[in-house]
């Protein structure tokens, strides 16, 4: 199954801490967006699997809803209980 990560913010992408065809693990960190106010916003996922494929680079600005990856999921449960 695949699942889009979007941004729940407006604002500049400061930081992306994935690439594509790797593996990514439950709330890790995903994404660093600047927000207008100056916050800086972690994006994270309760889910595990592969990054398909990456809709934006550091320095894109983005808007609520926009999807930033593309993650197919696996079945393997990880994280911490």
């Not at 990560?5 to 407006?10: A, G, I, K, Q, T």
């Amino acid at each position: 199954m695949y699942f889009e990560v979007v941004s729940p913010v407006y604002g500049k992408v400061e930081k992306v801490s994935i690439k594509s065809d790797t593996r990514i693990y439950e709330w890790e960190t995903l994404f660093q967006i600047k927000t207008e106010e100056g916050n800086l916003e972690k994006i994270q996922m309760g889910l595990s699997g592969e990054v398909e494929s990456l809709a934006v680079q550091e320095g894109d600005y983005v808007i609520p809803g926009m999807v930033l990856a593309y993650i197919k999921e696996d079945l393997f449960v990880t994280g911490s209980d």
